[in-house]
């Protein structure tokens, strides 16, 4: 097979179409950024260059896939931008706020306060009603929920009558709605969900993809996800592609089919290289 190395602006060979972003991309505020963002594990023989070089920005009220083969970084991403672990050179920022520049307890009031996470799962307590886990982060933080919008989140992922449940008597898609809305309901400025359909029959993904979906559009949440299935990446407005710790591309107003198309075009050259 002929050898193709792989090319950035690579998208443009594959699909010449044009897509218009939702908003103008560049006039929207950056929630969150990552420069020149490189993660090494280990040394010597056994170092791995988890991210080499990452520059990407997440923008206010917009709803971003991280795609990408296992391994390639995406969860390293992830929580290098949300606070959760620690990076090997470059900066990021929340907001205005350079994470770099933070001490332990700083940074663990930022990642309270500003972000909320949704993982592959869910992390409810067993104990605790839906409701008492909705609100357990701002309850550990001291922090009263805003009554008004803790309603609208409760109405928006439709788990009003099963607030008193406890996770076991809950289906799975409930159990990550209650995992979305906990997300959620701090108001951060930000989410990040690794996989959050990952473990959901794809009537359950569906509903929870719909809901995140709505809080970008009806409430202006950023939302950042990973997630490896091409339809949960429809429901984003912007897909990053990582491969080997590298931003590959990245495509606008993503559909299941530009999304398939370009995983197998890039699987194609992937073992061509
Ligand atoms: N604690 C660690 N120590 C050493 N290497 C690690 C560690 N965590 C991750 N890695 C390596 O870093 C690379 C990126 O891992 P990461 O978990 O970000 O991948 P991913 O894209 O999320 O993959 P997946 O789709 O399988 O979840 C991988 O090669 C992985 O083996
Ligand atoms: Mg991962």
């Known amino acids: 097979m002929e050898h193709v190395p792989f090319k950035t602006s690579s998208r443009e060979e594959f699909f010449p ?3 218009t972003p939702v908003a103008d991309r560049s006039t929207t505020t950056v929630a969150a ?9 280990g040394q010597g023989e056994t170092q ?17 896939a991280i795609m990408g083969p296992s391994g390639s970084g995406k969860s390293t991403l992830m929580h290098c931008v949300a606070g959760l672990d620690t990076f090997s050179s470059g900066s990021v920022r929340i907001g205005d706020t350079e994470l770099g520049s933070l001490k332990d307890k700083q940074l663990t009031k930022l990642r309270r306060d500003k972000i909320g996470f ?12 839906a409701l ?20 609208t989140v409760i109405d928006m992922v439709g788990l009003r009558d099963r607030l008193g449940h406890r996770p076991a008597q809950l289906s799975g ?3 990550q ?25 794809s009537r359950s993904g569906a509903e929870v993809l719909g809901f995140l979906r709505n809080s970008v559009r009806e409430l202006g949440q950023t939302v950042v996800m990973v997630t490896h299935d ?12 990582l491969a080997d710790g590298q931003i590959v591309d990245h495509m606008l107003q993503p559909t299941a089919e530009l999304v398939l198309d370009f995983m197998k075009q890039f699987d194609a050259k992937g073992r061509t290289s």
């Open 17 to 19: 179409v044009t897509t």
């Open 132 to 151: 008492e886990n909705i609100t357990l982060p701002m309850d550990i933080a001291g922090r009263k929920p805003d009554k008004q919008w803790l309603n």
């Open 48 to 64: 791995v260059v988890a991210l080499d070089r990452v520059s990407v920005d997440f923008r206010q009220a917009e709803f971003t």
């Open 230 to 241: 091409p339809v949960a990446a429809a429901y984003a407005d912007r897909v990053v592609f």
């Open 118 to 129: 949704i993982f592959q799962a869910f992390n409810l307590l067993p104990t605790l009603t």
């Open 33 to 41: 950024r990552a420069t020149d963002l490189s993660k090494i594990y």
């Open 177 to 201: 709605r209650v995992a979305v809305a906990r997300a959620l309901a701090s108001r951060p400025d930000i989410i990040f969900g690794d996989e959050p359909t990952g473990n959901l029959d």
């Open 173 to 175: 898609g409930q159990q």
